[in-house]
């Protein structure tokens, strides 16, 4: 019998795991894929706070998942595949482990949001990709393309136009990053834009992808020959074993106040998964303090 259960290993998962360690509390965190989450899939962070030099990504993650079990945290490495969340003992299951804590803070973030291509999922990983980061350097030196506008399209093209020619392909007239990494993009040399563009198909070609490509009206535009295209289209949260539980939004996103209380007493959302207006690195530990120490609040109640 845990004290506290967190399921997701990002900023805010482990944030959560070393205040609730540090609190004297029995927790384990249970993590599906890699630790870190979105974060360890990013090349160079330069807006966290604490580091004037960039950081990269895993190293960040590394530096947290090295620092919450110094405090005492145990880390499993599984996927949650059933949630019993309702009672005084919620239990979640891992194919035949079972596991029971008296509260659980729920931290499995967002992933990236797919294109909705007809043969999307054959392609992926022949010249499709949803992580530049990764698999930018099997494309050294050959034309890519990224599709999307915000802040992940940015970091994306940035990287790759570092060893790539790079389109980048946004379905709006304006990014909808800002900033510095938008003006980066704008004058990078390595990089052309392809305003008010979506993708329409992308069929595998001699050299990589031919992606078919409509404007804002439909209309076909020239086909776009690539060697590999990244998807950064924005982001869907890791909600789907939740429904029918806790209250979600039309998005999918836990519903949880800023005490990242959620409709169920004792469970806790923190990160990307919680609906809030600014989702950031610094905004998901915030979270997993504040879930954290409203866990021991809980337990301290009860």
Same mark, same amino acid.
């Given at each position: ?45 330069e ?76 392609? !992926? ?15 050294r ?12 399209? !940015? ?31 704008m ?44 998807v950064? !289209? ?10 029918g ?10 519903v ?10 004792g ?31 809980w337990?301290?109640?009860?």
């Open positions: 019998m845990l004290d506290v259960l967190i399921v997701g290993g990002g900023p805010a998962g482990m944030t959560a795991g070393l205040y609730a360690a540090r609190a004297g509390l029995d927790s384990l965190l249970l993590e599906g894929e890699l630790i870190g989450g979105q974060v360890s899939t990013t090349n160079m962070l807006n966290y706070p604490g580091f004037p030099e960039p950081i990269g990504g895993p190293e960040l993650m590394m530096r947290f998942s090295e620092q919450a079990e110094r405090a005492g945290l145990k880390i499993e490495y599984r996927p949650v595949t059933r949630f019993e969340l309702g009672g005084e003992i919620k239990r979640l299951y891992s194919g035949e482990h079972v596991y029971q804590a008296r509260s659980v803070i729920l931290t499995m973030g967002a992933r990236r949001r797919k294109l909705g291509l007809e043969n999307e999922e054959a392609l !992926v990983g022949r010249g499709l990709s949803y992580c530049a980061t990764c698999d930018g350097a099997f494309y030196g050959k034309p890519v393309a990224v599709v999307g506008g915000g802040e992940t399209a !940015v970091e994306d093209a940035l990287y790759l136009a570092a060893q790539s020619k790079v389109t980048l392909i946004h379905r709006r007239d304006s990014l909808r990053s800002a900033g510095i990494g938008a003006r980066r993009v004058e990078n040399p390595n990089i052309q834009i392809l305003w008010n563009t979506r993708v329409a198909s992308a069929q595998p070609s001699a050299n990589g992808l031919t992606l078919r490509l409509i404007d804002e009206n439909g209309q076909d535009r020239p086909p776009l020959e690539v060697a590999g295209c990244f950064a !289209v924005g982001t869907q949260p890791g909600s789907e074993l939740l429904k539980q806790l209250e979600l939004d039309e998005a999918g996103y836990v949880a106040s800023e005490d990242t209380q959620t409709s169920i007493p469970v806790f959302a923190a990160g990307d998964l919680r609906k809030k207006p600014l989702k950031q690195i610094v905004t998901a530990v915030s979270d997993g303090a504040v879930a954290a120490s409203m866990a021991l609040n337990l301290h109640n009860r």
